[in-house]
């Protein structure tokens, strides 16, 4: 998977999840208006693509890889930096124990979203 692909991947799978929260509100709480931060700046793809390149030729001349990859449980982007040779994970953004944990917190979100009052 290209850097960009699997960054529009994840663009597109965090806008649903998103949209999917604010179409689910529930009835007895009260909300309140929080103003709006500027918008973050769009990624821009070519220059994501080229400084990946840099980081990567970087990588290699030091016998490491460097991959991206969607999480499929939580929709989230994750960067992982191997050994070439043998494969084995040298670090991982954001680590697996980060993934499961915001996995349990969206599902008790869900849940108390889901609970009738």
């Known amino acids: ?14 806008q649903r999840k998103a949209q999917a929260e604010r179409a689910v509100a529930p009835a007895a709480v009260n909300v309140e208006k929080v103003p709006a931060s500027k918008p973050a700046r769009p ?9 990946t390149r840099q980081i990567d030729s970087f990588l290699r001349s030091m016998n490491k890889m460097l ?3 969607v999480d ?9 930096i191997t050994d070439a040779e043998t494969g ?4 991982q953004v954001p680590g697996e124990e980060a993934l ?8 008790q979100i869900g849940a108390l ?5």
């Open 1 to 14: 998977m290209k850097v960009g692909e699997a960054i529009q991947e994840a663009d597109v799978r965090f």
């Open 88 to 91: 084995e994970v040298i670090r």
């Open 72 to 80: 499929d449980s939580s929709g989230r982007m994750v960067v992982s």
């Open 113 to 117: 979203l889901d609970e009738k009052v």
């Open 43 to 51: 990624v821009e793809i070519p220059k994501m693509e080229s400084v």
């Open 67 to 69: 991959q991206f990859r």
């Open 100 to 107: 499961r944990m915001a996995e349990r917190i969206d599902a």
